[in-house]
Nanobody, 114 residues
Framework: QVQLVESGGGLVQPGGSLRLSCAAS????????MGWYRQFPGKQRELVAL???????NYADAVKGRFTISRDNAKNTVYLQMNSLKPEDTAVYYC????????WGQGTQVTVSS
């Protein structure tokens, strides 16, 4: 069993930066995939960034070059560094992890507005 706790969301101006954190209850070394998704009101959750156990990383076209997913194994934590934020990035962001199950964080609100 894995529990994911997210933090780091908030309100920022366009062009600003935020770093989201996702802390796992146990070691993430056995996790096959970890990623970040986001959900706009009335729409399905969509992929932002995905990291596989083999080291491959995929980003959504909308965030490529601006967002970076990373991992700190010692702290059992994954991060999403978000730079050059745009108003259209405003959404609830969810951390996701997969081993033999599919785990989700509680979600954290990111609002980009002047």
């Amino acid at each position: 069993q894995v529990q994911l706790v997210e933090s780091g969301g908030g309100l920022v101006q366009p062009g600003g930066s935020l770093r989201l954190s996702c802390a796992a209850s146990g070691s993430i070394l056995s996790i096959l995939y970890m990623g970040w998704y986001r959900q706009f009101p009335g729409k399905q959750r969509e992929l932002v960034a995905l990291m596989s156990s083999g080291g491959s990383i995929n980003y959504a076209d909308a965030v490529k070059g601006r967002f970076t997913i990373s991992r700190d194994n010692a702290k059992n934590t994954v991060y999403l560094q978000m730079n050059s934020l745009k108003p259209e990035d405003t959404a609830v962001y969810y951390c996701n992890a997969i081993d033999i199950n599919n785990y989700w964080g509680q979600g954290t609100q990111v609002t980009v507005s002047s």
